[in-house]
C-alpha cells in the first residue's frame, strides 16, 4: 500500500508470509512475517523525518546455516540547515536469527553527516558511523564496535 496524507505524510508499507526450503534437509525451512515499511514526516518544510521497517530472509555466509531472518528497524532526520547544507542523523537496529545453528546476532548503528552542495552538479558529503554488533549462541560470530568517517565528493548531471 502506498499512500499520502497531504503534504505531511507519505509512505508504502508491504506485508505477507516469507517461506525458504533448501534442497538439503540438513537447514530446514525458514518461515514467518514479513514485511517493508517506509514512512516520511515533513514536520516542516526544511525537515524530513523517515521511519523504515523490514523483515526478510537473507542467505548466510556461515558454515551450517543456509540463511536467516533478518529484522530491521530505522529511524533518520534531515533537516536543510542552508540551501546548499544539509545535516543527517539516523539510527538502525537489525537482528538476524540463524536458522539450522545457534546464533543471533544483533547490530544498531548510529550516523550523523552532512551534504555540502558546491553547485547543482558537485556535493561533498562528511558522514560519521558507529556500529556495534553482539552475537549469541553456541555458533557466535563475533563482538564487534567500529567507528568510520566517511568523505565523498559526488557529482550529478
Known sequence: VNF?????????????????SFDNAVYGDIHGFGSRTQVEWFPTELTT?????????????VVGAGGYLSTD??????HEL?????LSASVKHANDDYNGIDREDNRTEFA??????????????????????????????????????????????
Open 4 to 20: 499520502e496524507l497531504g503534504a505531511v505524510v507519505r509512505g508504502e508499507v508491504a506485508v505477507g508470509y516469507i517461506s525458504q
Open 49 to 61: 523525518i523517515t521511519a523504515t521497517a523490514a523483515r526478510g530472509i537473507e542467505d548466510a555466509g
Open 73 to 78: 528497524f530505522g529511524l533518520s532526520v534531515d
Open 82 to 86: 542552508l540551501r546548499n547544507v544539509i
Open 112 to 157: 550523523l553527516g552532512g551534504n555540502y552542495l558546491v553547485n547543482r552538479n558537485l556535493g561533498l558529503t562528511v558522514r560519521y558511523y558507529r556500529t556495534k554488533q553482539s552475537s549469541d549462541g553456541t555458533s557466535s560470530g563475533p563482538n564487534y564496535t567500529v567507528d568510520r568517517v566517511v568523505l565523498s565528493l559526488t557529482t550529478q548531471f
